[in-house]
């Protein structure tokens, strides 16, 4: 990896975890307050996330391995907000949405 | 079982932590015999007998140390016993004056004072050898361990940490085994300047 | 009031209190980057690094204790099991710590020989602690599993929380005793101790806040008994699930076979995940309150823990744990910026949300608020947060300089010291970290005179009709 490379590298990784958290973020508040643009919010946080794990895919010096588990991971950020949700909505008895 | 009965989920902490807990132990197992003194990762303490180098394996893709011809420590062969026992002595004079709460070894300590890993191959030494007129690096090192404000090498300097000469000889040895020791690398790209920025 | 809860205001006040000792230590620690001349010859760097980080283990352990010892009873409704043990034993470790630390500064290190290690200084990071005092720990903790556990079996009463933190006081109490032996070989001294480490930071201690979290949701947010309990053993699995094999990524230098670059690597890269999942559930549980509740500092704290630990753990983290980027990163300023940036969400906050808790209860104030709460809570985070982001400007000058082009050699690690970012940084961390100084000094005169400043904390909520 070259010196630059791994400053690179390391904050795409940053980013890619950070972008997750927005999405989490956003999408919640989004569903709290049932604005749609909100909802847009969120897509745009994870479309973002994508991109950066699609950067790091392309451009990183990572071995296949750890581009697969990014993008592993990257499937299980998508769901993890609307699966966390709907999960604390039906143990709370829909107190997210009232 | 349902996914909102408590029930469900207590089920899947507990057995997720007794998989992972035997996954665990069987490394622990592995990795204990690997880095016992011998194993595959860590020389013997005699190794403190032989020249220690620093090389490059293509296989590996990192700098692996490689165990050469004989050079005893201070002039002297040591044994078996006697290299565990100064072994023993180093790591008590470490502990005793705090090292790692300014050094690193492996990376792991304070971040104050330059990781040590590798410093019995720091090139610097060369030189420490001219300026203290030592015959050996491993006397210009002690020289260095006991009064290290006669030679400091920059703003930071190093405290006196008033070693004895037997301390020293031990901190010595234990450096020397050290830079022996496969760490898959670490510190990265050691004695090589890296021509792009 | 029970023994017990007077006991946790006392443990939970010595904890604030040696809170300002970390900090104190801290800046000095700081300060030496700025001027490495400041008192050479009398007290030098590792003296003040070892209170810095030995004070924030027991800060924080006090304040887990504290919070345990205020909700045991309530929640198995007696007086705890030999509580007069604990009492006596409260005054035994403060007074050992005490000791610990004059010894610490005035005596500072013995010579290479079994004494030094039993009455002065052990020299292994986080437990400097002569053997003593080590052993001191050990019984505090062992009386503390007593009184939890002998309360469970006086009362045969057993909640899913309480459950929990049973087991969890087991792996609590014997990974300790890493902290007696002093191992020749670098290597295995660093395998057993990073058991101690990391199982306690990324695994028996995140169990043991979610215990406490689980408690000071029900009732700060009047959360349903079998909501919290649910939520805490999906908390447990993932976090253990995910950390246990994640102490890995602690094997990739230490001489440790290789395999563990692959296993690390991969578990550690999960770990950010339940975190984003508790990001969600945070911003839920505040939203649906529409961050209003009887006390607004706790609720904010707890927020400030979801949040903290997703940034200082999950992202901070996962910049570093990639062996690929560790190797260069490992043991540089960039370590420092994620461990405080961690530290502080996955634990500090959490406490100081348990104390103002515990000041609204113990002064029975029906409403807790004022301007002060919020001073200390922008200047601590605001602190913080500086202080990291300047970590990882020197740190990320510190990887790239010394170690991915100067080789890794004296010569490189002088070079990245030397580096104008890299002093910068250091600077601005200072800078910062009065700041974060100020904040805590705030935190102590509002959680000192809560209720007793005459202050009218809230106007009423209904006009008269």
């Known amino acids: 990896m070259t010196p630059t490379g791994l400053l690179s590298t390391a904050l795409l990784l940053g980013l890619y975890v950070l972008l997750a958290g927005g999405y989490g973020l956003v999408y919640t508040l989004a569903r709290l307050e049932r604005w749609r643009n909100l ?4 897509g745009v946080f994870f479309v973002l996330h994508c991109a950066i794990a699609v950067l790091i895919v392309v451009s990183s010096a990572l071995a296949p391995g750890w581009k697969l588990l990014l993008v592993a991971s990257s499937v299980a950020i998508f769901v993890i907000p609307p699966l966390t949700w709907r999960y604390l909505e039906h143990i709370h008895g829909g107190e997210g949405t009232q | 079982m349902r996914f909102d009965d408590p029930a469900f989920w207590r089920a899947g902490a507990i057995s997720t932590i007794i998989v992972m807990l035997f996954v665990l132990a069987m490394l622990t197992y592995d990795s204990l015999a690997a880095i016992a003194p011998g194993g595959s990762h860590v020389p013997p303490y005699s190794v403190v007998n032989r020249h220690i180098d620093y090389v490059f394996d293509a296989g590996r893709g990192i700098d692996v140390p490689v165990i050469g011809k004989a050079e005893p420590l201070f002039g002297k062969v ?19 004056r705090a090292c790692m709460d300014c050094h690193t070894f492996y990376g792991n300590g304070a971040y104050y004072a330059p990781d040590l890993t590798k410093a019995w191959l720091d090139p610097d030494w060369e030189a420490w050898q001219a300026i203290t007129g030592a015959p050996t690096k491993e006397e210009a090192m002690v020289m260095f361990l006991v009064d290290p404000e006669k030679y400091a090498t920059w703003t930071r300097k190093m405290p006196n940490m008033h070693l004895s000469q037997e301390e020293a000889r031990a901190v010595v040895a234990y450096l020397k085994w050290t830079a022996a020791v496969d760490t898959n690398g670490f510190p990265p790209n050691f004695g090589h300047v890296h021509a792009d920025r | 009031m029970y023994r017990s809860q007077t006991l946790a205001v006392k443990y939970l006040a010595a904890a604030i209190g040696l809170f300002g000792v970390m900090t104190i230590a801290g800046l000095l620690s700081a300060y030496y980057y700025i001027d490495p001349d400041f008192l050479f010859g009398l007290l030098h760097f590792n003296i003040a690094k070892i209170l810095h980080i030995d004070t924030l283990v027991i800060w924080l352990l006090m304040g887990f ?8 009873p309530e929640e198995l409704g007696r007086e705890p099991v030999g509580i007069w043990l604990a009492e006596i034993l409260f005054y035994v470790f403060c007074a050992a710590v005490a000791v610990v630390a004059v010894v610490f500064i005035v005596v500072q290190y013995g010579g290479s020989n079994e004494f030094a290690l039993w009455f002065i200084n052990q020299g292994r990071k986080y437990v400097e602690a002569p053997r003593w005092a080590a052993l001191g720990v050990v019984a505090v903790m062992v009386v503390f599993g007593y009184n939890v556990i002998g309360t469970v079996l006086a009362t045969r009463k057993l909640t899913g929380i309480i459950a929990v933190l049973m087991v969890d006081l ?20 660093l395998f057993w101790w990073w058991w101690l480490v990391h199982l306690w930071v990324e695994a028996t201690w995140e169990v043991l806040i979610g215990c406490i979290m689980a408690f000071t949701l029900m009732q700060l947010l009047g959360t349903s008994r079998r909501i919290v309990e649910t939520w805490l053993y999906i908390e447990v699995a993932l976090v253990l699930g995910t950390g246990i094999l994640g102490l890995g990524h602690h094997y990739f230098w230490i001489g440790t076979p290789n395999y563990w670059l692959g296993i690390g690597g991969f578990f550690s890269a999960l770990e950010p995940l339940p975190l984003l999942g508790m990001v969600v559930h945070a911003v839920y549980d505040a939203g649906t309150h529409h961050m209003k509740t009887a006390n607004r500092p706790a609720l904010y704290w707890m927020m400030a823990e ?31 910026s994620h461990g405080h940036f961690a530290f502080w969400g996955a634990y500090g906050c959490g406490v100081i949300a348990v104390a103002y808790l515990v000041a609204q209860k113990v002064r029975a104030l029906p409403e807790v608020g004022g301007a002060l709460w919020k001073w200390s809570f922008a200047a601590l985070n605001l602190g913080l947060i500086g202080m990291v982001g300047a970590l990882l400007v020197s740190g990320m000058t510190q990887s790239f300089v010394e170690r991915a082009i100067g080789g890794s050699t004296l010569q490189a690690f002088i070079a990245g010291q030397q580096d104008p970012w890299f002093v910068s940084g250091m600077l601005l961390r200072f800078i910062f970290g009065v700041i974060f100084a100020l904040g805590y000094a705030i935190l102590v005169y509002d959680l000192a005179t809560l209720g007793k400043r005459g202050v009218v904390l809230a106007a009423p909520a209904k006009a008269v009709p």
């Open chain 3, 170 to 189: 087991i792996p609590l109490v014997a990974l300790y005793l890493d902290a007696f032996p002093a191992m020749t070989n670098m290597s295995q001294d």
């Open chain 3, 65 to 72: 204790m504290g919070a345990i010892y205020w909700f045991l």
């Open chain 1, 39 to 42: 909802k847009s919010v969120a």
């Open chain 2, 78 to 96: 040591l044994d078996n016993a006697a290299a565990g026992a100064i072994m023993d002595k180093g790591k008590l004079v470490i502990q005793s």
């Open chain 3, 306 to 336: 979801a949040f903290g630990n997703f940034l200082g753990g999950g992202v901070w983290g996962f910049m570093i744990t990639l062996p690929q980027i560790n190797l260069y990163a490992h043991g540089t300023q960039w370590t420092v």
